[in-house]
């Protein structure tokens, strides 16, 4: 018999940086919809860096956050022990970055429609997002020892594949103007 899932709170947060990182700097520690509060973190953290970021800085910090996100949401979810816990946002935050990382220059009514497809995406996971997000959904976290990070790189697919689908119709959109 395994043990019950960690409720997790700021202490939890505190105990380790994967931790810190996966559950998005404390935003998803939300009692109210934590993934749209991670996103919202990345939005406001992208607008505090977007002066002193380049083409290539974003590029850089959005490559690293992946191999570090999949590390530290794997972590979080194993000492959760929850196999996609909703407290873990470091996979919004990621994919939101890398959609108002290619929708700029969009003003801020581009950026909140943005917002607003990847959440829809993310939350109602119709079609390749539903896809994506039951890829790992059904790994054996007691007889495999990889289960894990299973877990952690199915926690950031599928909000990869959110943020494509986002992606996808504001080009399309763009297109038939």
Not at 4 to 23: C, E, S, T
Not at 104 to 117: D, E, H, K
Request: aromatic share 16%; glycine share 8%.
């Amino acid at each position: 018999m395994s043990a019950p899932p960690v409720i997790p709170n700021a202490g939890f947060m505190l105990q380790q940086p994967a931790h810190f990182f996966a559950l998005g700097f404390g935003s998803g520690l939300s009692p109210v919809a934590p993934g749209t509060a991670g996103t919202l973190w990345a939005w406001a953290a992208f607008m505090v860096l977007q002066p002193w970021m380049t083409e290539l800085r974003w590029a850089c910090l959005i490559a690293a956050s992946l191999p570090v996100g999949w590390w530290a949401c794997s972590v979080a979810a194993r000492n959760l022990r929850v196999l996609d816990p909703s407290s873990v946002v470091w996979d919004e935050i990621v994919a939101f970055w890398l959609v108002l990382w290619l929708v700029t220059p969009a003003g801020f009514w581009g950026q909140l429609v943005a917002f607003l497809l990847f959440r829809l995406f993310d939350a109602v996971k119709v079609g390749p997002v539903g896809w994506a997000d039951n890829l790992f959904h059904d790994v054996d976290l007691e007889g495999d020892p990889t289960a894990w990070h299973k877990a952690g790189f199915g926690i950031m697919f599928d909000d990869l594949i959110a943020a494509g689908c986002t992606l996808l119709v504001i080009a399309t959109w763009k297109f038939f103007q």
